[in-house]
């Protein structure tokens, strides 16, 4: 493990203070100390990273990833790609979210079973370049809902993992617990570009939903829902599941159940996607015409109303936009943070801490992942720029000069800025 020491940087610790000019120590993994006074510690023995007053922040936390996705059009061409090249697929994502500063992904969903669990393997074991990750099961969903593509006639294999009745989805939970997910997800919803079961109706029965969550309990895992019509996000609260996605219908009952469960539940509006479809789906066949037809706009005019709702009511929101089809590439993850801004109403500073402390939270780490702070672990990003001004610039790896990870420096980039200043 190596010492490193963070000269004169400005730390923008995630709690949503104001950033401040500091230096700061790694050892051992772990941020051992903060000094606000420059100069206090001694650069003895340390890999030293001189910052000249950039940004020192958190690691991102991709809080809805799916890195078995990449450049899907449709849902059932995830359930075209062989297994082999599925996997390299997902190895390949997990090294590019981390290279996009994401030290951290909560998986939202996987789509073959054991695609997220070996790759997490392989990163925990130092193997492969990735965020630490928590594993997602498969979207499992009931016969006619998002994610069961089969035609009377005819299968074909989709991201579902399809179950009915409270004896088979025990079983599909099951199943996950066995294989090592971390999350198991069930979609409660459908959802609008689903064929059988659009956004606006609330598939999964509560006896199924209820049982999903009292069997990922058994494990001691968390559980996730595709949840977009209010009855769906109601059913959620009540049987128990931690992150509830989408909820732009929430209804007055939908927020008041979702506020009375504020300290233990999350959401997630996976906008991306809907900005995506809407304004750059047009080289994948969405036009915008047919994107506000299948409703993109008024999940966008709702989502703004609800996670205004949800903001004010102190609901934690997660950043993850559905990051992994066509017209949301991985690597763009980011974009999330200005969507917030944008769309959503956010501040750049609740709309990074939804990328960091809340991110560190739904890891399930919250005392220990997703701040600068002494004794926590040393995820940390040191960005050429002052993000607060400008969301957009998190997007480009280019302004992220120093990636941390665990207390190893994955990417250090500090000496070229060094040398660009001086012939500037
Ligand atoms: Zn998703």
Not at 66 to 92: C, V
Not at 161 to 175: F, N, Q, S, W, Y
Not at 295 to 310: A, C, H, N
Not at 353 to 358: M, P, S
Request: glycine share 12%.
């Amino acid at each position: 493990m190596t010492r490193v020491m963070f000269r004169n940087a400005m730390i923008w610790d995630g709690t949503g203070a104001d950033a401040f000019p500091a230096d700061l120590l790694v050892d051992n993994g772990r941020i051992v100390t903060i000094a606000r006074t420059p100069g206090q510690l001694s650069g003895e023995g340390t890999t030293t990273v001189e910052c000249r007053g950039m940004t020192l922040m958190p690691g991102l936390v991709e809080g809805h990833a799916h890195i078995s996705f990449g450049g899907a059009i449709k849902d059932s061409d995830l359930g075209l790609i062989p297994p082999e090249e599925h996997l390299l697929l997902t190895m390949r994502n997990a090294k590019t979210l981390l290279d996009h500063g994401f030290t951290s992904a909560y998986s939202a969903a996987t789509s073959k079973l054991r695609l997220d669990i070996v790759i997490r393997n392989e990163i925990n074991a130092g193997r492969l370049p990735g965020p630490r990750m928590r594993a997602g099961s498969p979207e499992i969903t009931v016969t006619g809902g998002l994610g069961d593509e089969r035609q009377q006639h005819m299968y074909h294999e989709s991201f579902g993992m399809i179950a009915d009745g409270v004896e088979e989805i025990t079983k599909a939970v099951r199943l996950c617990c066995r294989e090592g997910a971390d999350n198991i997800k069930i979609n409660i919803s459908g959802d609008d570009l689903s064929p059988a079961a659009h956004g606006g109706l609330t598939v999964m029965s509560e006896a199924e939903v209820m049982t999903a969550v009292s069997v990922a309990r058994d494990f001691g895992k968390k559980i996730n829902c595709h949840a977009r019509a209010a009855g769906s996000v109601k059913r959620a609260v009540k049987c128990g599941v931690d992150v509830i996605y989408h909820c732009e219908s929430a209804d007055e009952e939908a927020l008041d159940a979702l506020e009375s469960a504020k300290d233990r539940i999350f959401v997630g509006p996976a906008i991306g996607i809907i900005y995506g479809t809407l304004y750059e789906g047009e080289p994948f066949g969405f036009t915008h015409e047919m994107a506000v037809k299948f409703g993109m706009q008024r999940i966008l005019d709702d989502s703004r109303k609800v996670y205004t709702e949800l903001r004010k009511r102190g609901v934690r929101a997660l950043i993850g936009g559905d990051y992994g089809f066509a017209q949301t590439p991985q690597g763009t993850n980011a974009r999330d943070l200005k969507h917030f801004v944008d769309l959503l109403g956010y501040s750049p500073s609740e709309a990074l801490q939804c990328g960091t402390r809340l991110g560190g939270q739904v890891m399930g780490l919250g005392d220990e992942l997703g701040m600068v702070k002494e004794g926590f672990i040393a995820d940390l990003l040191l960005v050429n720029g002052d993000p607060l001004k400008d969301l957009d610039m998190m997007v480009h790896e280019k302004n992220l000069i120093v990636i941390m990870k665990d207390g190893e420096l994955y990417k250090d980039q500090s000496a070229s800025v060094a040398s660009q200043r001086q012939a500037a």
